[in-house]
């Protein structure tokens, strides 16, 4: 069935939304230097006249750290007190007193590379979100980079400034680095949430002949193709902020800043620059599917929560894969648990939306399910749709089964392992400092943490299926190119 663009009907979410969210931008914790500090070592694409490769991007990144300790360590203290505050020296939620500091770009080499792959995390957050699948690739023989993009593993104040086309330019730039490392060899591309937009808009203009390779294959995790939140009018907040006495909505939500790889801040400028992104590569889309060329994009794995609170499932099928040729492309829908106990507890079911999905014999892409055996069963098949069907073609026991205490994934969950010893199930052995999955109970009001954040899953407790297919799409991808 064919319904219009989301983008469309989002206008009016995105209104709404963002109304609520400048209000609530006024309050929060007190503008710390983390918030405020400008770091003008950070790439900016007007450089690229002076950076013109990656090796010197990562020379301009080792000048950025510098500068973020000269200027903003160096003006917060140490202690007790401090013990869970990222920018003091040596505290518990300190990056840089780790090795590696996963903030940073990494490169994992290979010898005779089968093919290179560029890995790109989203927005407010880190390359250590890649950590993981990085390193599987690298392990069957990728040349592997797990790229920062601008505004990003230093301080919050680098969404203050940072563009999308400042990104695009970083991405441009490690892609042409990972495509002579590894010669002839098919080029990937694998972007987390905000990285799905980059890595398309960066595979757009390949297919436009602006820039080269192309890539041989687009892994979206999460991907921001459509926003479930109010960022669309972001801009408008940021021009307000101009305003004597509105200063502070530059600023969506300020919190505590205690995770070591993403801002817990987040800018309205950053809101504005993937609604702004997001816009451009569904129109580029739309555009080129219009005018009939043989390919509108290489083969693209989607993997989705049904339930996401950042992103619009419904937006990946109309402004993404519904416009692609058939028979080359697959969306993989992670379904809330549906053991029946549970779901007599939930506020929505996104079943409806699934079950159209796995109904629609329109669709040109394949549609895989991971869901419940049966409502009586925490066992996980993954069911499978081909394109232009409406009936399954095959149901796998994935040899898994939802964790009993666990109702949906979440936006943030789909790269992280369930041992991810940051955020996964189980606090590390060696006691260091963890955020997965845990309760913290008292009483209301005592921490100045969002009860939400302890409540959002931060692990995949079907990453082990999730990554054999990554694995599995991009081997049969380079053995096509």
């Keep these: 069935m064919m319904r219009p663009r989301p983008r469309i009907r989002l206008a009016a979410i995105v209104q709404l939304s963002l109304a609520a969210a400048m209000l609530a931008g006024c309050g929060g914790d007190p503008l710390e230097p983390w918030h405020e500090e400008y770091l003008d070592e950070e790439f900016r694409v007007g450089m690229m006249n002076d950076v013109k490769s990656f090796t010197d991007y990562l020379a301009l990144e080792d000048r950025l750290f510098r500068q973020l300790d000269l200027e903003v360590y160096s003006q917060v203290a140490t202690g007790p007190r ?25 490169e994992l080499t290979a010898d005779n590379p089968k093919g290179g792959v560029l890995l790109l995390h989203g927005m407010s957050d880190a390359p250590y979100s890649m950590r993981t699948l990085g390193e599987s690739l690298n392990a069957r023989g990728y040349w592997v980079i797990g790229l920062r993009l601008p505004g990003h593993g230093t301080a919050p ?46 595979t757009l203009d390949a297919l436009d002949g602006e820039i080269a390779p192309v890539p041989a294959s687009l892994v979206l995790i999460s991907p921001a193709i459509g926003l479930a939140t109010g960022a669309g009018l972001a801009s408008l907040k940021r021009a307000m902020a101009n305003i004597p006495g509105l200063g502070r909505w530059i600023w969506i939500d300020v919190q505590p800043e205690f995770d070591p790889y993403k801002y817990n801040s987040f800018a309205t400028n950053a809101g504005a620059q993937v609604f702004a992104l997001t816009q451009r590569v569904a129109e580029r889309i739309a555009s080129r599917a219009d005018s009939g060329v043989a390919q509108v994009l290489p083969p693209v794995l989607v993997f989705k929560s049904t339930v996401d609170a950042t992103t619009s499932t419904l937006a990946v ?82 040899g898994l089964d939802w964790p009993r205490d666990i109702l949906s994934l979440s936006h943030v969950a789909l790269p992280f392992p369930p041992d991810d010893p940051l955020y996964g ?57």
């Design 425 to 481: 199930r189980e606090p590390p052995p060696d006691g260091s400092l963890f955020l997965g999955q845990q309760a913290i109970q008292g009483e209301r009001g005592l921490i100045r943490i969002p009860a939400s954040y302890f409540i959002r899953l931060r692990h995949n407790p079907f990453y082990e299926y999730q990554n054999a297919r990554t694995l599995a799409w991009l081997e049969a991808a380079g053995i096509a190119n």
């Design 317 to 398: 099928v109309d402004n993404l894969l519904r416009h692609l040729r058939p028979n080359r492309h697959e969306l993989v829908l992670y379904d809330i648990n549906r053991f029946s106990r549970i779901v007599s507890v939930l506020t929505d079911d996104p079943g409806p939306l699934t079950s159209e999905f796995m109904n629609d014999a329109t669709l040109p892409f394949a549609v895989t399910l991971v869901t419940n055996h049966s409502p009586q069963s925490l066992a996980v098949v993954a069911q499978r749709k081909p394109p232009f069907s409406n009936g399954l073609a095959a149901i796998v026991d994935l």
């Design 157 to 202: 104040s680098g969404l203050l400034r940072v563009r999308w086309q400042d990104m695009a330019g970083a991405v441009e730039l490690a892609a042409r680095h990972l495509s002579e490392r590894v010669g002839a060899a098919p080029l990937h591309m694998v972007g987390y949430s905000n990285g799905a937009p980059l890595a398309l808009n960066y």
């Design 82 to 106: 401090f013990g869970l505050v990222r920018f003091s020296k040596g505290s518990a939620s300190d990056p840089q007193s780790r090795n590696p500091n996963w903030n940073r770009s990494f």
